[in-house]
């Protein structure tokens, strides 16, 4: 019985030993997110196995687990930047991204956990002042907002493909010019418009005048043409037809033939 205490309180020592190994061994990498491992003794970070899974590991203690969110990410940015004109224009942009889980450890041993600020960032920076500045505050105010966007991402993810970061979008959310610059722009696009309409007003106008002419041009033509036509003969037919037709009318009448004019004739009624 003597013997039992002293058996006891080592083990106890070793359990306790133990949980706290197990303890500083145990890592549970989270939902969307992948590790890589640090070997104290065994040649620093591991670039050639595959990151840490989701779920509980168990590492030697001695070593260390560096954990990163391998889903999409989100990351804005506001800028000043010059137009091709030397304006200064604000934009205000945000990048989707997202890490290359398959060289991750690469990412780490080159990039470390700070890869956004060090890389990303001023790579979207860099390629923005170079596209904006191709343009003028004109085009970046109405048409080429989609151009430039589309500009930006394909020159920040031609850098950043070498860096394992995997870029899926750049999104240009605004553009702020000089309030003047705005106003003027805004008179000139208003003015155009006006101009524009009336434009449409004359060549209205002008196709309206000319329907107006053609037709009055066919009346005129087909009068030319029936006054061609009509000879003495036709008309003389024309009358004796016309004056047997009312002669059959019940109504009193007086006809005297070869006393009207060109020989037509005459129809004298009772009153």
Known sequence: MEKLPKIALPAIIIFIVLVVLIAKSAVTIGSGEAGVLYKT???????????????????????????????????????????????????????????????????HQEKGTEYVNRVLLPTIRSAARSVVGRYTPEQLYSSKRDAIQAEIYEETKKIVDGQYIQLNEILVRDVTLPGTIKEAIERKLKQEQESLEYEFRLVTAKKEAEKVTIEAQGKADANKILSASLTDKILQDKGIDATLELAKSPNSKVVVVGSGDSGLPLILGNN
């Open 41 to 107: 003794f065994g040649g620093g970070v591991v670039t050639d196995q595959p990151p840490l899974g989701e779920g509980f590991h168990i590492v030697a203690p001695w070593n260390k687990v560096f954990i990163y969110e391998v889903r999409q990410q989100e990351v804005f940015e506001k800028m000043q930047v010059l137009s091709s004109n030397g304006l200064e224009i604000k934009l205000d942009a945000s990048a989707w991204f997202e890490p290359k889980r398959e060289f991750l450890g690469k990412l």
